[in-house]
């Protein structure tokens, strides 16, 4: 029975026009939580209309919208259970609370067209002058209005730490496959800490390295992913635009609608760090210090740098070392960077190395089991 619902599922899941649409998996920058909740709305109006015409009721209609799409949000939510393919732990009441608010949205639009229906509300003439199906509309739009500035503030809130993280896709851990084989136990519940909050496990900083196409820029967007889902600053760019970042020195605040600066974020990434970059930054200490050391900063590097403010000023003093997660593409050249340059250039801060390499073959074969 259970494989017969998975195959069921994963058969839906393919129809991504319709099913699976509630699943952290590619949603890229252009995803309007707004956008999407007043299309719901309108599917609870249009919807109706149709039903009700046919079943000779607005009533039914709006009855026979509700248990679908209730229907339709219970395969999505066993479409977004399903696609944890990895061992990171998924976070049902994020798929619950997603799932709720898609089905009230429509059945608030299909309430719209109910208490706009004369026929539905004829016995309720309390004010004779004033047709029941008026006010009562006044009535339903108020609560869609007020339903919908209530419930906007955490998903909008996310979407803007999202949004404002410049990670080129929103996917999550949840999404990843196991790709760490024994070490799984240890390393799994480090990164959630290290996404989810802060670093509770005291790593401050993560080294990732493995073979190409094993994972290394998939995993670091779904730590950053995790923590945009918490609302926390993140920022993730390249390590070219890193280097320039360097040279610049301090940054003023980011604006609205902006990545966040580097000196504001509790999280960065750094992407594509290359053997040949590294290899012309120099070897240990000097060419961590060459990639991260800010020019007439005493030492500092750009990631403790306070930003600055409209007049130019830095907002604060030098602020504590945030959350690095550095993607290395050769593993040579990540151990080094990792046991010599890191540990010297940031004494005292708890640094552990991810390698992909060799897992590459599990991390297809979770793939595949999943399509």
């Known amino acids: 029975m259970g494989n017969w619902i998975n195959r069921g599922l994963a058969r839906l899941a393919r129809i ?13 920058h252009t995803y309007v939580w707004q956008a999407n909740q007043f299309g719901h709305l ?46 990171f732990s998924i976070d049902k009441k994020e798929i619950l609370a997603d799932g709720v608010v898609d089905f009230l949205f429509v059945f608030l639009g299909g309430a719209l067209v109910f208490t706009a229906d004369p026929r539905a509300t004829s016995g ?58 024994t070490s799984a136990e240890t390393i799994v519940p480090t990164i959630e800490s290290f996404a989810r909050e802060g670093g509770a496990a005291g790593v401050r900083q993560f080294v990732i390295t493995g073979a190409p196409g094993s994972g290394r820029s998939s995993l670091a967007k779904s730590i950053g992913g995790d923590a945009t889902a918490q609302r926390r600053k993140v920022r993730f760019l390249s390590a070219g635009r890193l280097i320039e970042k360097r040279r610049a020195g301090s940054e003023p605040v980011s604006a609205p609608g902006q990545p966040y600066a580097v000196a504001e974020a509790d999280l960065v990434i750094i992407d594509d760090l290359s053997a040949d970059l590294l290899a012309a930054l120099g070897q240990g200490e000097a060419g961590v210090r060459a990639l991260v050391d800010a020019p007439h900063s005493k030492g ?72």
């Open 16 to 28: 991504d026009t319709v099913f699976g649409s509630d699943v952290y998996v590619d949603y890229s």
């Open 42 to 87: 309108l599917i609870g109006v249009f919807a109706t209309l149709l039903f009700g015409f046919g079943l000779g009721s607005y009533g039914a209609g709006w009855g026979a919208v509700g248990v679908l799409y209730a229907f339709k949000e219970a395969i999505d939510a066993g479409i977004a259970l399903r696609i944890q393919v990895g061992i």
């Open 124 to 181: 309720l003439g309390w004010f004779p002058e004033f047709h029941p199906a008026s006010w009562l509309l006044i009535v339903a739009c108020a609560v869609v209005l007020i339903f919908f500035l209530t419930v906007r503030r955490p998903f909008l809130a996310r979407k803007a730490a999202f949004d404002k993280s410049g990670i080129p896709q929103l996917v999550r851990l949840s999404t990843f496959p196991d790709a760490f084989g």
């Open 300 to 371: 500092l590097s750009i990631f403790e740098l306070a930003p600055l403010a409209a007049d130019g000023k830095p907002l604060s003093d030098p602020r504590p070392l945030p959350q690095l997660v550095w993607v290395i593409d050769d593993r040579s050249s990540a151990a080094n960077f990792h046991a010599v340059g890191l540990a010297a250039r940031f004494p005292g801060i708890r640094i552990e190395k991810i390698d992909l390499s060799g897992q590459l073959s599990a991390r297809r074969a979770a793939q595949k089991r999943v399509s």
